[in-house]
Nanobody, 115 residues
């Protein structure tokens, strides 16, 4: 049904930047809120950022001022611009969409922040 594919992860040095993308298909993308989560090794999956269908954004306190979530409805894509990256940002990042009470997830993209 709903398919989400993340991309853009990789290795970056502390203080660097990375832009993650999540392409959605089989969904009327524009009417759903989209979310970015991350899960570090051995830790729970936590919400990083969210954007509503109307463009309202929310962020975890740990990333406020550094990360920006945005969406391009014409491209069925949600983005996460990550600046001033810290080692503690290292995690697998997942995008998600809640459709008909079901939370759909992409496969995740790995982000490693290390010198």
């Amino acid at each position: 049904q709903v398919q989400l594919v993340e991309s853009g992860g990789g290795l970056v040095q502390p203080g660097g930047s990375l832009r993650l993308s999540c392409a959605a298909s089989r969904i009327t993308f524009s009417i759903y809120a989209m979310h970015w989560y991350r899960q570090a090794p051995g830790k729970q999956r936590d919400l990083v950022a969210a954007i509503s269908s109307g463009g309202t954004t929310t962020y975890a306190d740990s990333v406020k001022g550094r990360f920006t979530i945005s969406r391009d409805n014409a491209k069925n894509t949600v983005y996460l611009q990550m600046n001033s990256l810290k080692p503690e940002d290292t995690a697998v990042y997942y995008c998600s969409a809640r459709v008909a009470a079901i939370n759909y997830w992409g496969q995740g993209t790995e982000v490693t922040v290390s010198s």
